[in-house]
């Protein structure tokens, strides 16, 4: 691939300087003529019944135009499970149910109204610890499911279970075992433009939804079961503005969403729901909160024998789809190293707490922070050295693992050997523990992620359009959405080099269901491969219908025939080279059998979607990472500093190796915030923290030494050899830093966040001080 032209190359996001300069049209900036501003009620008790809703003080507010409740509105359903209402009829669960809503001509006028309606409630049993949901008797959330089957207990019905080989007989076999229970709190993703849309209906009720969602396609067709249950028989357009930050949070429809919807048919007015900062705090789902348990264990030569995992999460009291990021918790948790026999189950928990949503590495953060903390606590035990155990049973290419995952490429080993390298490794371990106020210690941690897509859907697939104008222009419309990680340029780099035009005369579409194909949306890391590999297959395409035009022109066979520099080009014969807009306006203004290139194109990635079992290929590619850091920790106060920090990735091949690295740049930082500083503290379903005063999000002023290192294993599946990595980043940062810990101080920490007072109890537990 030496004589790439654009891929390859560290071209700047194509949306930079729009947002540089303040044009980017974010849903906060968005007005539309007659447009009404809608303000949403929440809860002010945690679990209760709604015993009536006085709403005619509101209404006599001047410019209030309608106040809603579950009373005067259909019911609309949604979440993975459909056991949310858009607004709570008869019974609230957690402080965030929506109890009602009103719009009116101003925010001022929707604020005054929201603080004149009079909510009665009755008091009911509440339950905040989901081990506690799980005994008998306790206060059960749902009484039936969203069929009205009547359910016994709090547990959902989602059977998150595999087991592979025979874990008895590897536990059995092992001559060390480490075990432990780790645990992790909830975090939020801290978007910098918070939630919002507008919601408006045409004339013929046509229904358009602005929004900056992360699953236009997936959205319409949410919406569209909305004017169903409505009783509306329009069509729905999603479209989106600028993404202020996704992570995962905007991955489901929200009830905000469907109340803006409700009210815009109510008033046949545009109506918009913007979020302040507190109300995205506590309105929007955040990483649930996981208690694990593991056993591993090794053979003399460290070889690893077993491993078994089971946990517990906090799911709220609805189900979002972060009940399902058990799902991809599974997959390093049976196929990160080489491990025979393994077991994973986990079990879901409705709770009176906020409910849970996806947020970036999907469930991996949580369990490979127990893995790989645990990991060193083996290699301890077993008197291995904590890189020589991780090397020794490295994944590696055309592996089958115990989940019938079968990576193609894998830089594992590459990652491990590069993190230790550059972290001086044997030497720093060998230093001396000191025995002064400050301590160093440096620690390792490894990922696997999925790099390819992951067929969680029935499909897994991106739909491209591509049309190329009479100036060598080219318009590429993609299902997929650039949410801020940088997808629109890279996918200008894939059609640039296989269409030979510069990459500015490459112009990408998101995000307008009108006009783009279908995509499942952006999450699990797959937009580069899945959305990379659908532009490819297009740009393909019409680059063979000009080649066939142009063979016709020239005289020449198309064998011998390419695109690049903006023109067609001859191997075998330098005079027929012909600028490609000169074919293009030849073909376009032919006096008869006017040729238009154009193509649609869908790809769907060859893998498999679980069944029962959970087993089968459920990636086309599979991404492997490693993070080494040397902390130092003050002893006195219990602040960690991260003095190095190398980020290792398997990335198949780098597209564009800035854009990369800025992933890896920001996936660093935000995995230091998981591991060392941010915590959503709630007190009996109350969160306590709802601003970015008490909530410890890093800062600029915060930021990390971070070494990104890219090793490229030219992946054959993915673009251009690419895979995925915009969640990996984060995924092993916790365990890297808790491992540092524990070689600096000899504590081992094993509750996020590892922040200062937590780090000073185990330092006291240590020396055995009350």
Same mark, same amino acid.
């Given at each position: 691939?030496?004589?790439?032209?654009?891929?390859?190359?560290?071209i700047?996001?194509?949306?930079?300087?729009?947002?540089?300069?303040?044009?980017?049209?974010?849903?906060?900036?968005?007005?539309?003529?007659? /447009?009404l $501003?809608?303000?949403?009620?929440?809860s002010?008790r945690?679990?209760?019944?709604?015993?009536?809703v006085?709403?005619?003080?509101? #209404?006599?507010?001047?410019g209030?135009?309608?106040?809603?409740?579950?009373?005067?509105t259909?019911? +609309?359903?949604?979440g993975?499970?459909?056991?949310?209402?858009?607004?709570?009829?008869?019974?609230?669960?957690?402080?965030?149910? #929506?109890?009602?809503?009103?719009?009116?001509t101003?925010?001022e006028?929707?604020?005054?109204a929201?603080?004149?309606?009079?909510?009665?409630?009755?008091d009911?049993?509440?339950?905040?610890?989901?081990?506690a949901?799980l005994?008998e008797?306790?206060?059960?959330?749902?009484?039936?499911?969203?069929?009205?089957k009547?359910?016994?207990?709090?547990?959902?019905?989602?059977?998150?279970?595999?087991?592979a %080989?025979?874990?008895?007989?590897g536990?059995?076999?092992?001559?060390?075992?480490a075990?432990? =229970?780790?645990?992790?709190g909830?975090?939020?993703?801290c978007?910098?433009?918070?939630?919002?849309?507008?919601?408006?209906?045409?004339t013929?009720?046509n229904?358009?939804? $602005?929004?900056?969602?992360?699953?236009?396609?997936?959205a319409?067709?949410d919406?569209?079961?909305?004017?169903?249950?409505?009783?509306?028989?329009?069509?729905?357009?999603?479209?989106?503005?600028?993404?202020?930050?996704?992570?995962?949070?905007?991955?489901?429809?929200?009830?905000?969403?469907?109340?803006?919807?409700?009210?815009?048919?109510?008033?046949?007015?545009?109506?918009?729901?913007?979020?302040?900062?507190?109300? =995205?705090?506590?309105?929007?789902?955040?990483r649930?909160?996981?208690?694990?348990r593991?056993?591993?264990?090794?053979?003399?030569?460290?070889?690893?024998?077993?491993?078994?995992?089971?946990?517990?999460?906090?799911?709220?009291?609805?189900?979002?789809?972060?009940a399902t990021?058990?799902?991809? /918790?599974?997959? *390093?948790?049976?196929?990160?190293?080489?491990?025979?026999?393994?077991?994973?189950?986990?079990?879901?928990?409705?709770?009176?707490?906020?409910?849970?949503?996806? /947020?970036?590495?999907?469930?991996?953060?949580?369990?490979?922070?127990?893995?790989?903390?645990?990991l060193? #606590?083996?290699?301890?035990?077993?008197?291995?050295?904590?890189?020589?155990?991780r090397?020794?049973?490295?994944?590696?290419?055309g592996?089958?693992?115990?989940?019938?995952?079968?990576?193609?490429?894998?830089?594992?080993?590459?990652?491990?050997e590069?993190?230790?390298?550059?972290?001086?490794?044997t030497a720093?371990?060998?230093?001396?523990? !000191?025995?002064?106020?400050?301590?160093? %210690?440096?620690?390792?941690?490894?990922? /696997? $992620?999925?790099?390819g897509?992951?067929? +969680?859907?029935?499909?897994?697939?991106?739909?491209?359009?591509?049309?190329?104008?009479?100036?060598g222009?080219?318009?590429?419309?993609?299902?997929?959405?650039?949410?801020?990680? %940088?997808?629109?340029?890279?996918?200008?780099?894939?059609?640039? =080099?296989?269409?030979?035009?510069?990459?500015?005369?490459?112009?990408?579409?998101?995000?307008?269901?009108?006009?783009?194909?279908?995509?499942?949306?952006?999450?699990?890391?797959?937009?580069?491969?899945v959305?990379g590999n !659908?532009?490819?297959?297009?740009a393909?395409?019409?680059?063979?219908?000009?080649?066939s035009?142009?063979?016709?022109?020239?005289e020449?066979?198309?064998?011998i025939?390419?695109?690049?520099?903006?023109?067609?080009?001859?191997?075998?014969?330098?005079?027929?080279?012909?600028?490609?807009?000169?074919?293009?306006?030849?073909?376009?203004f032919?006096?008869?059998?006017?040729?238009?290139?154009l193509?649609?194109?869908?790809?769907?990635?060859?893998?498999?979607?679980?069944?029962g079992?959970?087993?089968?290929?459920?990636?086309a590619?599979?991404?492997?990472?490693? $993070?080494?850091v040397?902390?130092?920790?003050d002893?006195?106060?219990?602040?960690?500093?991260?003095?190095?920090?190398?980020?290792?990735?398997?990335?198949?091949?780098?597209?564009? *190796?800035?854009?990369?690295?800025?992933?890896?740049?920001?996936?660093?930082?935000m995995?230091v915030?998981?591991?060392?500083? =941010?915590?959503?503290?709630?007190?009996?379903?109350?969160? &306590?923290?709802?601003?970015?005063?008490?909530?410890?999000?890093?800062?600029?002023?915060?930021?990390?030494?971070?070494?990104?290192?890219?090793?490229?294993?030219?992946?054959?599946a993915?673009?251009?050899?690419?895979?995925?990595?915009?969640?990996?980043? &984060?995924?092993?940062?916790?365990?890297?830093?808790?491992?540092a810990?524990?070689h600096?101080?000899?504590?081992?920490?094993?509750?996020?966040?590892m922040?200062?007072?937590?780090?000073?109890a185990?330092?006291?537990e240590k020396?055995?001080e009350?």
């Amino acid at each position: 691939m030496a004589d790439l032209c654009a891929v390859g190359k560290a071209i700047p996001k194509a949306d930079a300087g729009e947002k540089v300069v303040g044009r980017s049209v974010y849903v906060h900036d968005l007005v539309l003529p007659g /447009m009404l $501003h809608g303000r949403i009620l929440y809860s002010e008790r945690v679990s209760a019944r709604i015993v009536a809703v006085d709403t005619a003080e509101a #209404e006599k507010v001047p410019g209030v135009r309608a106040v809603i409740t579950a009373e005067n509105t259909p019911e +609309i359903r949604f979440g993975f499970l459909k056991d949310n209402t858009a607004l709570k009829k008869g019974r609230v669960r957690q402080y965030r149910d #929506e109890v009602a809503a009103v719009a009116a001509t101003t925010p001022e006028a929707a604020a005054e109204a929201l603080a004149r309606i009079r909510v009665t409630y009755e008091d009911l049993p509440a339950v905040f610890d989901p081990e506690a949901a799980l005994a008998e008797g306790a206060p059960r959330l749902h009484d039936a499911d969203a069929k009205g089957k009547p359910v016994k207990d709090n547990r959902l019905r989602l059977p998150w279970k595999v087991e592979a %080989g025979d874990v008895a007989a590897g536990e059995a076999a092992s001559a060390f075992v480490a075990e432990g =229970e780790y645990e992790a709190g909830w975090v939020t993703h801290c978007c910098m433009g918070t939630s919002g849309c507008v919601a408006s209906f045409d004339t013929r009720d046509n229904l358009t939804v $602005h929004s900056n969602t992360q699953i236009p396609s997936l959205a319409k067709n949410d919406f569209q079961e909305a004017l169903k249950a409505m009783g509306v028989k329009g069509r729905v357009r999603v479209v989106n503005t600028a993404v202020g930050g996704g992570f995962g949070s905007k991955l489901d429809t929200y009830a905000y969403e469907y109340i803006a919807i409700l009210l815009a048919h109510r008033t046949r007015k545009p109506v918009k729901i913007v979020f302040g900062r507190e109300e =995205e705090f506590v309105a929007t789902s955040p990483r649930q909160p996981t208690r694990i348990r593991i056993r591993q264990g090794c053979d003399r030569e460290g070889r690893l024998t077993f491993r078994d995992i089971s946990m517990v999460l906090d799911n709220g009291a609805y189900t979002s789809w972060g009940a399902t990021t058990p799902t991809v /918790m599974m997959m *390093p948790s049976t196929s990160l190293y080489r491990v025979p026999n393994v077991r994973f189950q986990a079990t879901c928990v409705y709770t009176n707490n906020t409910y849970s949503q996806a /947020m970036r590495g999907y469930g991996t953060p949580q369990v490979t922070f127990a893995i790989e903390a645990n990991l060193d #606590e083996l290699a301890e035990t077993a008197g291995i050295d904590p890189y020589e155990l991780r090397l020794k049973n490295a994944n590696q290419a055309g592996d089958v693992t115990p989940q019938g995952f079968r990576p193609v490429t894998c830089g594992h080993r590459e990652c491990l050997e590069e993190v230790a390298k550059r972290l001086d490794w044997t030497a720093a371990r060998a230093r001396p523990r !000191s025995t002064g106020r400050k301590a160093r %210690g440096v620690g390792m941690a490894c990922l /696997m $992620h999925v790099g390819g897509g992951a067929k +969680i859907y029935k499909s897994d697939g991106c739909g491209t359009m591509i049309k190329v104008d009479d100036q060598g222009r080219v318009d590429v419309f993609s299902g997929s959405m650039d949410i801020g990680q %940088g997808l629109d340029t890279v996918l200008r780099q894939i059609v640039a =080099e296989t269409l030979g035009v510069p990459v500015d005369y490459v112009n990408v579409v998101v995000g307008d269901t009108d006009v783009c194909p279908w995509d499942v949306g952006v999450h699990a890391s797959r937009s580069t491969f899945v959305a990379g590999n !659908s532009a490819l297959a297009a740009a393909r395409t019409v680059r063979d219908q000009i080649l066939s035009f142009a063979e016709e022109v020239l005289e020449a066979p198309k064998e011998i025939l390419s695109l690049r520099d903006g023109q067609v080009v001859c191997s075998e014969d330098a005079s027929k080279n012909t600028p490609l807009e000169k074919i293009l306006r030849k073909a376009h203004f032919a006096t008869s059998g006017n040729t238009m290139f154009l193509a649609a194109e869908f790809f769907e990635p060859a893998t498999d979607l679980l069944a029962g079992d959970f087993k089968g290929n459920f990636s086309a590619s599979y991404a492997w990472g490693c $993070h080494g850091v040397e902390v130092e920790v003050d002893t006195e106060t219990g602040h960690v500093e991260i003095v190095k920090y190398v980020a290792a990735h398997d990335v198949g091949k780098a597209i564009n *190796p800035m854009l990369l690295k800025g992933q890896i740049y920001g996936a660093g930082l935000m995995g230091v915030g998981y591991a060392l500083t =941010e915590e959503m503290i709630y007190e009996e379903g109350r969160l &306590l923290n709802p601003n970015f005063r008490d909530y410890k999000i890093l800062t600029a002023a915060d930021t990390i030494p971070v070494e990104p290192v890219l090793v490229e294993t030219d992946d054959p599946a993915g673009p251009f050899g690419a895979k995925g990595i915009g969640e990996p980043g &984060l995924v092993p940062t916790a365990p890297a830093i808790a491992n540092a810990i524990y070689h600096a101080v000899g504590v081992r920490l094993r509750t996020l966040p590892m922040k200062p007072e937590r780090v000073l109890a185990a330092l006291r537990e240590k020396a055995g001080e009350p």
